[in-house]
């Protein structure tokens, strides 16, 4: 097996894993760029999954065919946004510790995604889902030499749907004046208050964006991974993504790369089993790799992290 | 200024956050077409209904008044232990190494394996400390990525070195088990061990450690102002260390429960116990005092336990009483909000 064809095997994967993470990923840097930690974003991703299965079922039902899935994209993005609104009135308005809160979203989620599941399925897991994204050929790009193979053929949509995204977010938060107002609210909200700036109205916004975000992450593993949704459906993606949030130091192309390079280790421990040199490597060191190279980074051995300044504290006005 | 304030409302806050927790639990079963009558009937039956019953509850509630501790011992120095999870695991899986490989009389080896696996939690909590004391790495991520490390790791260790049929370890020798077939009689042969003796010695030393000794006080100097501890000579570097190690002890001895008294064995995880997870909850409702925390940790071992009847005889999910407990935490943590609405309702008057 020559270079090229571990390659072939290993970046495809890569990029499937990775495309849930990325999204998960920009919706925390929303919510976390304007101050407002968000653990709960395991939560937000298990509630959007389980949104994608059943109404990916449902649209298969009627009659939308391949547009199914698509249509539960929306749904979830509805879902993690309205899902979001409980860690954002806790957090924000009822000055609530956010950490505490966004573990108590991550525990509804769970609750709530199986409890409804088995209400309305009697079952503790969905239907399977038929109409999966398929794979497909990009036009044109897949026809580049080398690069067009590895990259753009048998690909999935939705993960070029991902690496779009977190470009757009990145233009959102760093070109345009609401991608200011939501920056300097997460580094000094006193400063942008006395600017002006809703200081709250601005961190609600961020916090729910963040959970459309995650939200859709969630869908598109059902939709392209999973295919169905059950209790171990989301089991540290969503923690993975906070990973890749912060390994990419709170920037949304930044955590593109590092959602990317947590997908290749994920992928690595599926497809490590065909590649020579990987088949010796117990699994487990492959599985740890995404944890242990986040706590690396938070140390400063792969460069210094700094989180937005004001995050994880509740703003209050006139106290200083 | 506020009507209710103090120790009263100290213990008005849980109180209504459960009671709320409940009545909105309740207004969703009744959405979605159960009888929250026949259902909360059920809970209270699978709670207090017979010995099997209570027996199984303190049983439940055992590991999670250990893992409350440990998350309460870490919030007076100022520090969010989430990472029990991950030491509850490596304590499990150390308790049980030393409760298979060694001989010794029942003395020596019992305390030795609770032992062993408190120092395996302390070890995997005191990283984090570490990190956070020397390189001001947020201890909320590096626990939360501790977790995962630990679950695939004893995993892997389970798999490579100590595996038996039925993908878990070898059942621990006599020796090392806290099993009581006195307690298992007592409550129509429910799986009661001696777990809850240990957990409420935890709760006393917790008490002790933290009231009575200098470096009790030093902690909570230290979790209630860092800059102010440092100028009075208090090193905050190594308060947050041993917080963290203390923590991770209590985590550790709460895997034991798992490991020598409910199972006598430690399987291959495929997802976490949960019980980790839970212990963030009995410590907020506890108010991270020792008795609240054994208080707490009753009413929701309670709650998991009554959960199973509620779930074969009304019907309802047993998913409804995470729920519950996800909205008792986010009251807890919303405490505003309790205080706006006592002080309205007291007064009719603004905060």
Known sequence: ?320 | MNVIKGRLFHMLVPAISVLLGLLIGGIIMLVSDYDPIKAYSALIEGIFGNGYNMGETIRAASPLILSGLAVAFAFRTGLFNIGVEGQLLVGWLASVYVGINFDLPKIIHLPLAVIAGALAGAIWGVLPGILKARFKVHEVITTIMMNYIALYVTNAIIRAYMLAPGERTKDIKESASLASPWLQQLTDFSRLHYGIVVAIIGALIMWFVLWKTTTGYELRAVGFNQHASQYAGISVSKNIILAMAISGAFAGAAGTMEGLGTYQYMTINNAFTGVGFDGIAVSLLGANGSVGIIVAALLFGGLKIGALTMQSTAGVPTELIGIVIALIIFFVASSYLIRWLTNRFTKGGKL
């Open chain 1, 1 to 320: 097996m020559d270079f090229f064809d571990i390659l072939a095997l290993i970046v495809p994967a890569a990029i499937v894993s990775a495309a849930p993470l990325i999204l998960t990923a920009l919706g925390g840097v929303f919510s976390e760029r304007s101050g407002v930690v968000n653990i709960g974003l395991e939560g937000l991703m298990m509630f959007g999954a389980f949104l994608g299965a059943i109404f990916t079922h449902y649209g298969e039902q009627w009659g939308l065919g391949a547009a199914s899935p698509w249509m539960s994209f929306a749904v979830a993005i509805v879902g993690g946004a309205l899902f979001a609104v409980p860690h954002a009135v806790a957090s924000i308005s009822l000055k609530a510790d956010q950490v505490v809160s966004g573990v108590a979203l991550n525990f509804l989620a769970a609750g709530l995604s199986i409890f409804l599941t088995k209400k309305l399925f009697d079952a503790g897991q969905t239907p399977d889902i038929q109409e999966r994204i398929g794979k497909g050929d990009i036009p044109v790009l897949s026809k580049i030499p080398v690069i067009g193979d590895l990259f753009f053929s048998n690909a999935y949509s939705t993960s070029f749907v991902a690496i779009f995204l977190a470009f757009v977010v990145w233009y959102i938060i760093y070109k345009t004046p609401f991608g200011l107002r939501l920056r300097s609210v997460g580094e000094h909200p006193m400063a942008a208050d006395t600017m002006g700036i809703n200081v709250n109205k601005t961190r609600y916004i961020s916090v729910i964006i963040g959970g459309a975000f995650a939200g859709l992450g969630g869908a598109i593993y059902v939709a392209s991974i999973a295919g169905n949704f059950t209790q171990s459906t989301i089991s540290g993606q969503g923690f993975m993504a906070l990973a890749a949030m912060i390994f990419g130091k709170w920037h949304p192309l930044g955590a593109m790369g590092a959602a990317l390079f947590f997908g290749l280790a994920q992928s690595l421990s599926i497809t490590g089993e065909q590649i020579p040199l990987l088949k010796d490597i117990p699994d487990v060191y492959l599985l740890i790799a995404p944890y242990v190279l986040t706590i690396l980074a938070l140390a400063g051995f792969v460069g210094r992290a700094d989180a937005p300044k004001a995050s994880g504290q509740p703003y209050e006005k006139g106290k200083r």
